[in-house]
């Protein structure tokens, strides 16, 4: 009778420890089946030229490195991703500042913040070579009407250089010529005068490749 208790004593642990184990067991299938998938972003600052059109979305932003395309799938429908992105009055892109992107998921908000910068120069079209006349005022030259100045941004009054020239004598000179815009980015550049004896000012034209649109991101 003493083996039989013992024996039926055995069976009991053995099958509470069976019947815990399997308990446990599907709770960890339970949980890892309804936990849904981490939300994780692949920047938190982006920064964006003057210039550029910036649309938010949940490829550029959220990183499923690693994740099943069952997961992917519920990020998607329960991602909610809106900005405070504004353009500038009658253009297709953002004005100059700073901006924000709103990320909710599963009742939690996160942010990611734009920065919109003008980090170009202005584009400068001028005159390969100008001619003036042996010893001639320099400052009865308008060489400022010669040289074409575009930029996103607004511009700086443009400057004139012309103090390498010596009018008395012959030769070829660099006039050097400073542009920037409100941002301080600034194009200098060196046109050639050159003074000829008993000639008037005449221009030769050199057109440089136009300016080109900012790249997208």
Do not use: W
């Not at 990020?75 to 924000?100: C, F, H, M, R, W």
């Not at 074409?148 to 660099?174: F, M, N, V």
Request: aromatic share 8%; net charge positive; glycine share 4%.
């Amino acid at each position: 009778k003493i083996m039989i208790y013992k024996y039926f004593k055995e069976c009991k642990k053995l099958i509470v420890l069976i019947t815990l184990l399997g308990m446990l067991i599907g709770m960890l299938f339970f949980i890892t089946k309804d936990t849904p998938p981490t939300l994780v972003l692949k920047k938190k600052k982006i920064n964006i030229e003057y210039g550029q059109t910036y649309y938010a979305n949940f490829k550029g932003l959220v990183d499923t490195t690693g994740m099943s395309k069952k997961e992917i799938c519920y990020l998607k429908k329960n991602v909610s991703i809106t900005d405070n992105l504004q353009n500038e009055d009658q253009k297709s892109y953002p004005a100059v500042g700073k901006y924000k992107i709103f990320i909710k998921y599963n009742n939690k908000l996160s942010t990611i913040q734009i920065i919109c910068k003008d980090t170009l120069a202005p584009v400068l079209a001028f005159p390969k070579n100008v001619d003036v006349i042996k010893e001639s005022d320099l400052e009865s030259i308008d060489f400022k009407s010669l040289i074409i100045a575009t930029d996103l941004s607004p511009l700086k009054e443009i400057q004139i250089d012309t103090s390498q020239i010596d009018i008395h004598r012959i030769g070829e000179y660099q006039v050097k010529v400073f542009v920037e815009d409100i941002y301080k980015n600034r194009r200098p550049t060196h046109p050639n005068a050159n003074p000829p004896a008993n000639q008037p000012p005449t221009p030769t034209p050199h057109h440089p490749h136009p300016p080109t649109p900012h790249p997208p991101p």
